[in-house]
T-cell receptor, first 113, second 117 residues
Framework: DSGVTQTPKHLITATGQRVTLRCSPRSGDLSVYWYQQSLDQGLQFLIQYYNGEERAKGNILERFSAQQFPDLHSELNLSSLELGDSALYFC????????????FGPGTRLTVT | QKEVEQDPGPLSVPEGAIVSLNCTYSNSAFQYFMWYRQYSRKGPELLMYTYSSGNKEDGRFTAQVDKSSKYISLFIRDSQPSDSATYLCAMIKGTGAGGTSYGKLTFGQGTILTVHP
């Protein structure tokens, strides 16, 4: 158990809908990262937050957004969902200077039908 | 061309064998190199990370980095059926200073390993 928690574990929704994925980092970690894992693209970095501020951005779609709250938990919002958004979404966290040591949560499996 | 290349396998070995997993990369800006293990439908688990060229050992695992060749390896000695998983290499271009960091991990495609009894 990495100490990173994610909810829900599974999500099934229809095209066009909006969902919110939630992540709680390890105790003491200020950085939160979101990744998407699909069969064809592998694990892809989406976005990083550090202590509530956006720190780095990957190839995140405009339909996707994230935020980190004062209690350091983070939410990833996915809207206008398409079939191709079906994937595993992982959250990871690290200490302020420990970006090379990212600890991943169990993931949320999103299925868009 | 992908920044990080990893042979997806699959790789099948008998129990007790030495396993060698490899990745190559093209961007010399990568400074830290990680190996993750991912069991089916689970989150990636950090096995090891290294910074400089050379070897780093942890139990049955040895990570090797050759920055001049842009080549990294993970060796697993005395492999066990419980080592059966997907192994992902990952790299990062650097962390910031002054208590902050930015950390986009770039992953290889992963190598599927099966260790059979």
């Amino acid at each position: 158990d990495s100490g990173v928690t994610q909810t829900p574990k599974h999500l099934i929704t229809a095209t066009g809908q909006r969902v919110t994925l939630r992540c709680s980092p390890r105790s003491g970690d200020l950085s939160v990262y979101w990744y998407q894992q699909s069969l064809d693209q592998g694990l892809q970095f989406l976005i990083q937050y550090y202590n509530g501020e956006e720190r780095a951005k990957g190839n995140i779609l405009e339909r996707f957004s994230a935020q980190q709250f004062p209690d350091l938990h983070s939410e990833l919002n996915l809207s206008s969902l398409e079939l191709g958004d079906s994937a595993l979404y992982f959250c990871a966290s690290s200490t302020p200077n420990g970006a090379a040591e990212q600890y991943f949560g169990p993931g949320t499996r999103l299925t868009v039908t | 061309q992908k920044e990080v290349e990893q042979d997806p396998g699959p790789l099948s070995v008998p129990e007790g064998a030495i396993v060698s997993l490899n990745c190559t990369y093209s961007n010399s800006a990568f400074q830290y190199f990680m190996w993750y293990r991912q069991y089916s439908r689970k989150g990636p688990e950090l096995l090891m990370y290294t910074y400089s060229s050379g070897n780093k050992e942890d139990g049955r695992f040895t990570a090797q980095v050759d920055k001049s060749s842009k080549y990294i390896s993970l060796f697993i000695r005395d492999s066990q059926p419980s080592d059966s998983a997907t192994y992902l290499c990952a790299m990062i271009k650097g962390t910031g200073a002054g208590g902050t960091s930015y950390g986009k991990l770039t992953f290889g495609q992963g190598t599927i390993l099966t260790v059979h009894p």
